[in-house]
């Protein structure tokens, strides 16, 4: 007798799914939703090692396209489209390296 809740995808299942999970955000790095967000600074602060001053009211623009390109914050080349690269040695890659919603509350 054929199990037919074998074919029903759990949330378990879809986690376990890891290739799928690689391949989807290197999707997303290779070819993001959005080509930049941007933001209203909150509080008068400094970009760190640049001495930039941001003042609360300033709109700051984030360019998550490039930062998907941006090979000081990939280990392996970032104009390869390579799904691995989660696996491996860009597993651990900055937290803001890729924001292909723009990051922020969903």
């Known amino acids: 007798m054929h199990d ?3 074919q029903y995808l759990t949330v378990d299942r ?9 391949f989807i955000n290197e999707v997303l790095r290779y070819s993001p939703t959005i080509d930049g967000t941007s933001r209203s600074v909150v509080v008068d602060d400094c970009v760190p090692k ?6 609360k009211g300033d709109q700051v623009l984030i360019p998550t396209s490039a ?3 941006d090979t000081r914050l990939w280990n392996i080349d970032p104009e390869q489209f390579y799904p691995e690269r989660f696996l ?3 597993k651990n890659h900055h937290p803001c390296a890729l924001l292909p919603f723009g990051g922020g509350h969903r």
Do not use: A, K, Q, W
């Not at 879809?14 to 690689?22: A, F, G, K």
């Not at 640049?50 to 003042?55: M, P, T, V």
């Open 4 to 6: 037919s809740s074998s």
């Open 14 to 22: 879809v986690d376990s799914l890891i290739y799928l999970d690689c």
């Open 50 to 55: 640049s001495g930039i001053r941001l003042y």
């Open 67 to 69: 930062l998907g390109r």
């Open 88 to 90: 491996n040695e860009d």
